[in-house]
């Protein structure tokens, strides 16, 4: 059904009497309502007390990444610096912005636990991911929420809204050989979703995905692209708990991948990468 | 009202609580729970106040907002109702329009939650189907099928339009 019937028929609908009974027989129930009283005091009260709740849950792990923030440590090349290693931010009297980690209950893995990073790695993983952070949170619509960083995984964020919450990731695996090309594998909508090839200001094509999840009422969106020597995915989750699809349309996720800020930690986590290479089950190839 | 950085959340809460109430009230029918159910909404707006301010329909935001709060809260009571922990609300106590409320409130407690906002959403705030489909995250035919009936049972609780037509 085109655009021209749909709107044919909303106006048919509003104007039957059906519908112009029912909304006038709400307005009259809800006309003597009362105002609540204090309504916006407790609102306040509460949201206060959520704000905290939620600060609380997220672990112990902001301390270290505070830490970090405090020495200097959070300033990465990519927001603002040159190419280069993570370096010391001196002088600088601005306070950056810390952005708090999640821990979830690791399900079991018969897979032995990696090895522990020597500090200096991981202090500047953790650099690098607050800096993905800040980018994702600054450059993604408003509407995906708070960024946070999730503990043990280091190409994932959850955001959080009052709409609910999503996964996003953000991964930049060393991938050398790997296809630099990008297409859309032909097929249904309804199974596969929507796909196009975009290209960056270099050329480098990215596929631009809105992929139906679950019984696909819901729908991810992700790009894919590769530079360097690495495979770059960025990804929004739906959220399935309120069955709400990632807020991120495919021309937002565009323009995402396609801005300085995300091409600069692109190209800082080619050259230092923060994951492991690509293992060999060729998962992501040409995606 | 469009969200902007500079828009203050009581400000906001000033203007909108009573609307976000009157929705609360006519998705719920019961006037306590609509309270709970709009300061929920507004405590969430302020938690998340800095990003929702930004937002560039803050209304349409908040209305998401609500809608899904009740849901999620008709689903706990709904299972809280079925192990026999809570007992179902019962239609509002009348006052005022006492006979069309307790009708109307009763005939739209008859109708699914979902089917409840569809119908509160597109007839009462005046939503489009596709804004409504969008909202519920179903299809605009889920949206046009349900008010359609929901419309007929209203219809057929309500009696004839014209008894309540307005004076």
């Known amino acids: 059904m085109n655009r021209t019937e749909t709107v044919k028929e909303h106006d048919v609908q509003e104007r039957a009497p059906e519908a112009l009974f029912v909304r006038e027989a709400m307005d009259r129930v809800t006309d003597g309502l009362a105002e609540p009283l204090g309504l916006t005091a407790r609102a306040v009260r509460d949201g206060r007390r959520r704000r905290l709740r939620s600060r609380v849950a997220v672990g112990g792990a902001a301390a270290c990444t505070a830490a970090l923030a405090v020495t200097g440590i959070g300033a990465l090349p990519g927001t603002g610096g040159g190419p280069g290693p993570v370096g010391v931010q001196a002088g600088n009297t601005t306070v950056p912005r810390v952005f708090p980690t999640v821990t979830f209950t690791p399900t079991a893995s018969p897979a032995a636990p990696p090895a522990p990073l020597p500090e200096a790695e991981r202090q500047r993983i953790d650099a690098f991911r607050q800096a993905t952070a800040r980018t994702l949170q600054d450059l993604l619509p408003p509407a995906v929420g708070d960024i946070r960083l999730v503990a043990d995984d280091v190409s994932s964020y959850l955001a959080e809204s009052p709409l609910g919450s999503h996964f996003v990731r953000f991964s930049v695996r060393p991938a050398p050989g790997a296809a630099t090309e990008r297409t859309c594998t032909p097929g249904p909508v309804d199974k596969l979703g929507t796909c196009r090839v975009v290209r960056l200001s270099d050329g480098t094509p990215v596929a631009v995905r809105v992929v139906p999840e679950g019984n696909g009422s819901v729908t991810l969106t992700m790009a894919s692209f590769h530079v360097g020597g690495s495979d770059v995915s960025v990804s929004v989750s739906p959220d399935g708990r309120t069955n709400t699809s990632a807020p991120v349309t495919a021309d937002q996720m565009a323009a995402f991948v396609g801005s300085p800020q995300v091409l600069d930690l692109v190209r800082e986590a080619d050259l230092h990468p923060v994951e492991e290479p690509q293992v060999s089950h060729n998962e992501g190839e040409n995606r | ?167």
């Not at chain 2, 009571?77 to 079925?82: C, D, G, K, L």
């Not at chain 2, 049972?153 to 004839?160: A, F």
Request: charged residues 25%; contains cysteine.
């Open chain 2, 1 to 167: 009202m469009r969200g902007h950085g500079t828009l203050n959340f009581e400000e906001y809460a000033a203007a909108r609580g009573q609307r976000l109430y009157r929705t609360a009230y006519l998705l719920c029918g019961d006037a306590h729970r609509a309270e709970d159910l709009a300061q929920a909404t507004l405590a969430k707006l302020f938690a998340h106040w800095r990003r929702a301010s930004r937002m560039e329909n803050l209304d349409a935001y908040a209305r998401t907002v609500l809608t899904r709060t009740f849901l999620a809260e008709q689903r706990r009571r709904s299972v809280a109702q079925r192990i026999g922990v809570l007992a179902s609300t019962p239609a509002a106590a009348a006052h005022g329009d006492a006979d069309l409320r307790v009708t109307l409130l009763s005939a739209l407690a008859e109708l699914p939650a979902r089917a409840r906002a569809m119908v509160v959403l597109r007839y009462w705030e005046d939503l489009s189907v596709e804004t409504v489909a969008d909202l519920l995250g179903c299809s605009t035919g889920t949206v046009k099928s349900q008010c359609s009936r929901a419309l007929a049972r209203l219809r057929e609780q309500l009696g004839e339009p014209s008894p309540y037509a307005s004076a």
